[in-house]
């Protein structure tokens, strides 16, 4: 592993804690510091990315200003509320977000709950056709009670020219290790290394993340 990006819940998701604008630039800051401590010696082994979890207002828009999220290395936007609105209202505030030009990634995009919750309503396919045309990636989340993408909808993304990220969700280091049920989940979906970005190196990551 050469990279790694932290993506806290913002403040709207209280249940976690979220960070709001102050605490997310003070964590960015201990990031930085970290990061230069590794290349003291030379090339460092590890980068670590300021990222953030952002979430989907309820009324459309995002939980933190753009001239926050502009400062992020990785922008993760995901819906947690207002779940049970229609799935025209729910699409567009999904919409939204892929068309945000400081968003990267779009989280557990139906938000599912293996035998726990069911997807919300929304339409993928108009989800999936707005990520190719803006250039944000679809996650694979690779927490065993969510897989979502799960691996039709992660084919068809990448039938449309998506690129997905597979990301573990984990909320301590022990979650980590839940990495490899998004890489089964991928297998089946038939990606290739190519179809994940988190799979290239960081300087060719960087280099998709610059959304046209």
């Known amino acids: 592993m050469s990279y790694i990006a932290i993506t806290d819940h913002s403040k709207r998701v209280t249940m976690a804690r979220g960070l709001d604008a102050k605490r997310l630039h003070k964590q960015w800051e201990e990031i930085d510091c970290l990061n230069e401590s590794l290349a003291r010696d030379g090339s460092p082994s590890l980068v670590v990315l300021k990222g953030i979890e952002v ?3 309820e009324k459309g828009g995002l939980d933190l200003p753009d001239d926050v999220l502009s400062h992020a290395d990785w922008v993760v936007a995901s819906l947690h509320y207002g779940q049970q609105q229609s799935q025209e209202q729910i699409t567009d505030r999904l919409l939204d977000a892929i068309c945000h030009p400081h968003v990267n990634c779009i989280g557990h995009p139906t938000g599912r709950l293996i035998n726990r919750r069911p997807a919300y309503k929304v339409d993928l396919q108009r989800v999936i056709d707005a990520a190719a045309e803006h250039t944000t990636c679809l996650e694979i989340n690779a927490n065993p009670w969510r897989l979502d993408l799960d691996d039709h909808l992660s084919a068809a993304a990448k039938e449309a020219g998506v690129k997905l990220a597979i990301s573990t969700d984990a909320h301590t280091t022990t979650g980590l290790d839940v ?4 890489i089964l989940q991928a297998r089946r979906a ?4 190519g179809d994940v970005v988190n799979t290239r190196p960081l300087s060719a990551l960087k280099e998709i993340l610059q959304k046209t």
Not at 179 to 182: A, D, E, F
Not at 190 to 193: D, K, N, P, R
């Open 190 to 193: 038939g990606l290739e290394a």
């Open 179 to 182: 990495m490899r049920c998004g």
């Open 55 to 57: 979430d989907i207002l």
